[in-house]
């Protein structure tokens, strides 16, 4: 599942083998809520760092407009949300999308535990404003 292409593609891997963990256990029909507990469990033992619910500001033109809850904020670099839905659809994706590119962050996964079959969606963010990192390059 590994793929050198994706950004993060290690942990990402790791975040989606967890919840395939989750999702093998649990199978579908819980609440959202059950499936955050208890990845955020299986996360713990996989020793990934996370904060859940965590709180994000939401920016319009450097203004901060709010704030909305990722559901969870890994290693601070992927936002991970989660669906307990029969099937993802469009909006869904660009509701995370749209996460992404508020939260400036660079990757995010949107996994669905409501389906027969877990599905999750690799995310990156086209409009990703990368911070100056000590490249000379970037003022």
């Known amino acids: 599942m590994i793929k050198e292409q994706y950004k993060y593609s290690e942990l990402t891997s790791k975040i989606i083998g967890c919840a395939?963990?989750?999702h093998k256990a649990l199978g579908n029909g819980f609440q959202?809520?059950?499936?955050q507990r208890a990845l955020e469990i299986e996360m713990n033992d996989n020793c990934i760092?996370?904060?859940?619910?965590?709180?994000m500001p939401v920016y319009y033109k450097n203004s901060q407009i709010g704030t909305r809850r990722v559901d969870f904020l890994v290693e601070d670099v992927v936002s991970v949300e989660l669906k307990a839905i029969i099937k993802l659809e469009d909006v869904?994706?660009?509701q995370a999308i749209n996460y992404l590119e508020a939260y400036d962050l660079e990757v995010g996964l949107l996994i669905n535990f409501g389906s027969k079959s877990m599905e999750f969606k690799r995310l990156l963010n086209s409009?990703?404003?990368?911070?100056?990192?000590?490249?000379?390059k970037i003022k």
């Open 20 to 22: 395939i963990n989750v």
């Open 32 to 35: 959202e809520v059950i499936y």
């Open 49 to 55: 760092t996370f904060s859940r619910e965590h709180e």
């Open 92 to 94: 869904h994706f660009a």
């Open 127 to 136: 409009k990703f404003k990368q911070k100056n990192q000590g490249n000379p």
